[in-house]
T-cell receptor, first 116, second 114 residues
Framework: GAGVSQSPSNKVTEKGKDVELRCDPI?????LYWYRQSLGQGLEFLIY????????KSGLPSDRFSAERTGGSVSTLTIQRTQQEDSAVYLC??????????????FGNGTRLTVT | AQSVSQHNHHVILSEAASLELGCNYS??????LFWYVQYPGQHLQLLLK??????LVKGIKGFEAEFIKSKFSFNLRKPSVQWSDTAEYFC????????????FGGGTRLMVKP
């Protein structure tokens, strides 16, 4: 597609349920990033992939959070046993590579997650 | 740990007013600096970036930012705002040894009254 696509755009779930958020990067982009934007706060870096590998998972808030990427394309962010503090907008971005000068980040519209 | 601070959370201006949004970062090493904008209902877009060279950077839509190394600042400016500039603005820092990962500030919501 023309841009980074995220689904669903909105998700309301009950506390304790698992959710899966999907990100479809721009075709050909090898790097993919997940950020979280909580109400009134900036964007918090969660994890990035280079190809299918995630070299640094230290940004994930807890072990309830996991992410994977298959085929060097689509990525899913899974939150198990959701808590109310997980409510946020989850943003995905992709870039051609990791060269910061020549590979600007392109962001999706995000998934707004509400945990009731 | 490095951090990015945006001093103004909400700014309200009338059209044609001048704009300056503050951004300070805490990191002593080499950094790359960015401003992103998120218009209502749209995704984050890059406004401008600084890597090296002239510390006064010009971006899209008449925006500019000045990197002042001694003040650890990268303030965003526009001489005359328009109603269409209503958006949320995010400052971001990329450390020289952090690949392409960005650390964002808390954002500033700008409302321009017609």
């Amino acid at each position: 597609g023309a841009g980074v696509s995220q689904s669903p755009s909105n998700k309301v779930t009950e506390k304790g349920k698992d959710v899966e958020l999907r990100c479809d990067p721009i075709s050909g982009h090898t790097a993919l990033y997940w950020y979280r934007q909580s109400l009134g706060q900036g964007l918090e870096f969660l994890i990035y992939f280079q190809g299918n590998s995630a070299p640094d998972k230290s940004g994930l808030p807890s072990d309830r959070f996991s992410a994977e990427r298959t085929g060097g394309s689509v990525s899913t962010l899974t939150i198990q046993r959701t808590q109310q503090e997980d409510s946020a907008v989850y943003l995905c971005a992709s870039s051609l590579g990791l060269d910061r000068r020549n590979s600007p980040l392109h962001f999706g519209n995000g998934t707004r997650l509400t945990v009731t | 740990a490095q951090s990015v601070s945006q001093h103004n959370h909400h700014v309200i201006l009338s059209e044609a007013a001048s704009l300056e949004l503050g951004c300070n970062y805490s990191y002593g090493g080499t950094v790359n600096l960015f401003w992103y904008v998120q218009y209502p209902g749209q995704h984050l877009q890059l406004l401008l970036k600084y890597f090296s060279g002239d510390p006064l950077v010009k971006g899209i839509k008449g925006f500019e930012a000045e990197f002042i190394k001694s003040k650890f600042s990268f303030n965003l400016r526009k001489p005359s705002v328009q109603w269409s500039d209503t958006a949320e603005y995010f400052c971001a820092v990329n450390l020289n040894n952090a690949g392409n990962m960005l650390t964002f500030g808390g954002g500033t919501r700008l409302m321009v009254k017609p």
